[in-house]
């Protein structure tokens, strides 16, 4: 599991590298729907937030909730663990369904050339 701080710059880069391959495609490929690329920019940017804003989670037991130091240790552990695996499948979810809305918008001619390109 990573920091907060790696986490956050993970995010950023994902997120950065998602709305940058969308700003180019609407900018030199001849024929697609720059109005469905800027929305879908704007469900990257929403993206980015949302999971940002998720990464504060706290652990809400104190150690005297729990016998011993060594329980509240390794429930404060799988406590962090399994919000982090959710935080990541959400991600990992959302990116995945842009990922797909982008490839919808392309035109068809486009998608014919990344395939031979991809090919060779």
């Known amino acids: ?11 950023k880069n994902i997120c950065g590298a998602l709305a940058s ?3 180019l495609a609407s900018q030199f490929v ?12 704007g469900k990257i940017a929403d993206l980015q937030v949302t999971t ?3 990464l504060g989670v706290a652990f809400d037991k104190s150690p005297r909730d729990f016998d011993n130091q060594v329980a509240y240790v390794k429930a404060k552990k799988e406590y962090f663990a399994k919000a982090y695996k959710a935080l990541v499948e959400g991600f990992n979810t959302q990116a995945e369904e ?13 998608k014919d050339a990344n395939k031979e390109a991809a090919a060779k």
Not at 1 to 11: G, S, T
Not at 30 to 41: F, H, S
Not at 98 to 110: D, F
Request: glycine fraction near 2%.
């Open 52 to 54: 940002i804003e998720r």
């Open 98 to 110: 842009i990922v797909k809305e982008m490839n919808a918008v392309l035109p068809q001619a486009q």
């Open 1 to 11: 599991m990573a920091n907060k701080r790696d986490l956050k710059k993970q995010i």
């Open 30 to 41: 001849p024929g697609i729907d720059r109005e469905k690329m800027n929305e879908i920019i």
């Open 21 to 23: 391959e969308c700003a």
